[in-house]
Antibody
């Protein structure tokens, strides 16, 4: 069974940093692109970033470019999102999701990041 | 960026009646490989989104056949032939033909 479990969320002051993790199991992690998607409280969904199988190809939504870094460790079956210079508008539940065919069939339960101003 | 516009934003449906959600994109979602990367998700309260339909009209295994997707180019539709109580939630369309991947605003479906 495919499982994705996020962790690392919490309360942080504006300008601070946080590192989110997503532990993957039940599939060959190194075979799949992976994504982060976020959802601000009471709002819609926003794709944040994705990374290819070996971590060499990464894409970001403009609003996080230069502040967030997506990484992966295939030896640990883990996906990460390093978030710096956090802003109030980054407050959201952050989900990791598995790319592939079909896209985003599998999601984690999410981890809440709250940025206080 | 490709803007995805869903209508209506909310829908109240009597059980057993049909429902339809429209999703229009600001650019064609047809990709050079012949595929169209338009997806439909349902998000129930407190849960992550669940994929219902991928590449316009392909139903995910386990999704009831009362759900169907159609469309091409810039106009897409999700139809529920007979709404059931378990279908309540927020429905999102999403495109991945172009980066950044973008979602519609969401359509809230409730039962009358």
């Amino acid at each position: 069974e495919v499982q994705l479990v996020e962790s690392g969320g919490g309360l942080v002051q504006a300008g601070g940093s946080l590192r989110l993790s997503c532990a993957a199991s039940g599939f060959t992690f190194s075979n799949f692109w992976m994504s982060w998607v976020r959802q601000a409280p009471g709002k819609g969904l926003e794709w944040v970033a994705n990374v290819n199988q070996d971590g060499t190809d990464k894409y970001y939504v403009d609003s996080v470019m230069g502040r967030f870094t997506i990484k992966r460790d295939n030896a640990k079956n883990s996906l990460y999102l390093e978030m710096n210079s956090l802003r109030a508008e980054d407050t959201a539940v952050y989900f990791c999701a598995r790319d592939g065919v079909p896209l985003w069939l599998h999601w984690g339960q999410g981890t809440l990041v709250t940025v206080s101003s | 960026d490709v803007v995805m516009t869903q209508t209506p934003l909310s829908l109240s449906v009597t059980p057993g009646q049909p429902a339809s959600i429209s999703c229009k994109s600001s650019q064609s979602l047809f990709y050079s490989n012949g595929k169209t990367y338009l997806y439909w998700f349902l998000q129930k309260p407190g849960q992550p989104p669940q994929l219902l339909i991928y590449e316009v009209s392909n139903r995910v295994s386990g999704v009831p056949d009362r759900f169907s997707g159609s469309g091409s180019g810039t106009d897409f539709t999700l139809k529920i032939s007979r709404v059931e109580a378990e279908d309540v939630g927020v429905y999102y369309c999403m495109q991945s033909t172009q980066l950044p991947r973008t979602f519609g605003q969401g359509t809230t479906v409730e039962i009358k």
